[in-house]
Structure formats: C-alpha cells, structure tokens
Nanobody, 120 residues
Framework: QVQLVESGGGLVQPGGSLRLSCAAS????????MGWYRQAPGKQRDMIAH???????KYADSVKGRFTISRDNAKNTVYLQMNSLKPEDTAVYYC??????????????WGQGTQVTVSS
C-alpha cells in the first residue's frame, strides 16, 4: 500500500508564496506521474498541475505562470511552489501519485489534503 503525506499549507497574504510538498511511501515500484489538485468550497476537485517521471509538466490555466510543480524521484516527493497567490487560490490542496498496479496500469493514490488560505 501507498501513503502520501503533505506539508506546507497555511495562511498567507495575497501576493505571497507557499511551497507544498508531498512524499509517497510504502510499497512502490513505479510512479508514472504525480500531481496536485485543489477543491474550493462549493466546487469540484480540479487538477492544477501534473508532472511525469521524466519531468514533463502541465498546468491549469488558472495557475499557469504562478505555480511550479517539481519532483524528486529519489525521494518519491512532489512539490508545488505557489507564487503571487490570490484569494481565489484558497482551497484544500491534494497531492496524488499514479502508482504501478499491473504492467502499464496505474492506481491513483491521494494525500489527505492541506488547507491553503489566501487572505489579508
């Protein structure tokens, strides 16, 4: 089994920065990709950033240019650097990992979520 542990959330002023991290542990052979999702009150959970094993990245339009996703494959850890934060970025942020289950087939695991609040 796989566990994801997040850290780095909190309260920040508009225009400020935060860095989230999420480490995967447990029985892991291959992680195909890792990503960050967020869910604001009254809204569905949306993907905001994704990174493959090789380092290819994809971002939601709402965060592109402000957020940067990265990963340390040796540590099975994914990061999300968040700059120029806006009140609308307030949400619960979840990390995910696509872990090999059978050859060429992955199971998606989720972290517990961490609250990010952007407010003056």
């Amino acid at each position: 089994q796989v566990q994801l542990v997040e850290s780095g959330g909190g309260l920040v002023q508009p225009g400020g920065s935060l860095r989230l991290s999420c480490a995967a542990s447990g029985t892991i052979s291959v992680i195909y990709g890792m990503g960050w999702y967020r869910q604001a009150p009254g809204k569905q959970r949306d993907m905001i950033a994704h990174i493959t094993t090789g380092g290819s990245t994809k971002y939601a339009d709402s965060v592109k240019g402000r957020f940067t996703i990265s990963r340390d494959n040796a540590k099975n850890t994914v990061y999300l650097q968040m700059n120029s934060l806006k009140p609308e970025d307030t949400a619960v942020y979840y990390c995910s990992a696509e872990v090999e289950n059978t050859p060429l087939r992955a199971r998606q695991y989720w972290g517990q979520g961490t609250q990010v609040t952007v407010s003056s």
